[in-house]
């Protein structure tokens, strides 16, 4: 019995895993991005290496020092790395062929007339369904390469816009303080001016109010800095804001192609190519699973032994095949067609999002750039020169301070509008470079 099993057994293990391993088993390409995304081994040397190449600064921040930080620590965007990983190992599964199986049968108990069948089936796939899947799960890993360009795009759009905000903030506070030194001063003038009896206290009383005004803006202003520094350290998964300030230049306003050059390039967006890839993958999927509705062959190979009879081993060869009368994968079938519906709606709709959105943000740069261009040659100058006027008027008993706290107001106002449409312009450029990729 053992001489009669035993070349099957063989066989059997020549046609298991390792005989495949050259078309079943993952290639170097496929190894070398999963080590690539694959978190590093702890230890103290390597965690202290990583530390000291991504250091934050404890100094004045830079945009690329952020961009940087962003890009080596920021979770979504190896979380997406690690997806992209994740799908050569689907490719390496639709590679596998159906593994074979090995069967004994006995037939009667008793030694001497027992009937003895052994035999390997090996199952061949019909219908391209190994090719089809193949197919899909490459189409997988191009949606998970432009996924993760979506990311990586989003990602420093995201830190450049917080990058911005941060400086905003911090000239906000710095008008904040100018305003409260200002109020301060018109305090002090007041009282003195009260006290030699040229007005009345209820002048100085102004004053007073206007000053605990200006307290209250510093107060908004540092709140709104360390809410927009939180917000930028959080991009490279930081709990806080080690660097002391944002080292940006908000005179060099953003610029941009007009808007039917952006929309010329809006085929190109990574957006709008991940949401292509969707729909080629879905339709991927339909491919198999109309190759499920073939049914698949099983060959049988083997030998028969009867000891009660005096012919020895008789070869055995069988084929099976399943009959489609009930099972043929006809509701699969219909589930992808309509996801693959789905995508296309999907895609459509996201043409239609994004168009819109970057009509949108050219729109709001141009406008944005036209006031800030506006309100630094004109405006600014002409609110500036109106309140030191009124200063030095106030101060030779010429005007009240009514009119001094008109003037200074109309010129925080002004200043506080500039930041205002800077911060618009900064975010439409942006939008503009998020949506197309840049």
Do not use: C
């Amino acid at each position: 019995m053992r001489t009669f099993v035993m070349p099957l057994g063989l066989a059997a293990a020549l046609l298991g895993p390792a005989a495949f391993a050259q078309d079943a088993a993952p290639s170097s390409d496929f190894l070398a991005p999963s080590l690539a995304h694959s978190p590093a081994p702890s230890s103290a040397s390597s965690s202290t290496q990583a530390a000291a190449s991504s250091a934050e600064p404890a100094g004045a921040l830079t945009l690329e020092d952020a961009l940087a930080l962003a890009a080596e620590r920021n979770f979504t965007l190896s979380a997406a790395g690690h997806e992209l990983a994740a799908t050569e190992g689907g490719i390496a599964q639709a590679r596998v062929i159906p593994n074979p199986e090995v069967a004994v049968l006995f037939e009667d108990n008793r030694r001497d007339t027992r009937t003895t069948t052994a035999q390997i089936n090996l199952p061949i796939e019909l219908g391209g369904k190994r090719a089809a899947r193949i197919g899909a799960a490459q189409k997988a890993r191009e949606l998970a390469q432009s996924q993760l360009g979506v990311t990586r795009t989003d990602l420093r759009a995201s830190v450049i816009g917080s990058f911005f905000g941060v400086v905003i903030a911090q000239e906000r506070l710095r008008l904040a303080l100018g305003s409260a030194e200002i109020a301060a001063k018109g305090a002090q003038a007041a009282a003195r001016r009260v006290a030699a009896g040229k007005i009345a206290p209820l002048e100085e009383s102004k004053a007073r109010v206007e000053q605990a005004n200006a307290g209250l803006e510093v107060a908004d202003a540092e709140a709104a800095l360390a809410t927009a520094r939180l917000s930028l350290a959080s991009l490279w998964g930081s709990g806080e804001a080690r660097f002391s300030e944002a080292a940006g230049n908000l005179d060099a306003l953003p610029a941009r192609p007009d808007g039917a050059i952006l929309m010329q390039a809006l085929d190109a967006a990574p957006e709008l190519a991940s949401s292509r890839l969707e729909l080629e993958r879905r339709q991927a999927v339909i491919g198999v699973e109309r190759s499920r509705q073939y049914p698949d062959l099983t060959v049988s190979l083997g030998s028969k032994r009867d000891n009660a009879s005096d012919r020895g081993t008789m070869p055995v060869l069988g084929v099976a095949l399943p009959l489609p009368l009930f099972d043929r994968n006809q509701g699969n079938l219909y589930a992808a067609m309509r996801q693959a519906d789905k995508a296309a709606d999907e895609y459509r709709a996201t043409q239609v999002r994004l168009s819109r959105e970057l009509q949108q943000a050219a729109q709001q740069l141009t406008v944005s750039r036209t006031s800030a261009e506006t309100l630094r040659s004109t405006v600014l100058p002409a609110a500036r020169q109106a309140f030191d006027a009124a200063t030095r008027g106030f101060e030779a008993g010429k005007f009240n301070f009514l009119d001094v706290l008109d003037a200074q107001r109309t010129w925080f106002q002004a200043r506080i509008r500039y930041l205002g449409v800077v911060a618009s312009a900064y975010q439409a450029a942006t939008t503009i470079d998020r949506i197309l990729g840049r």
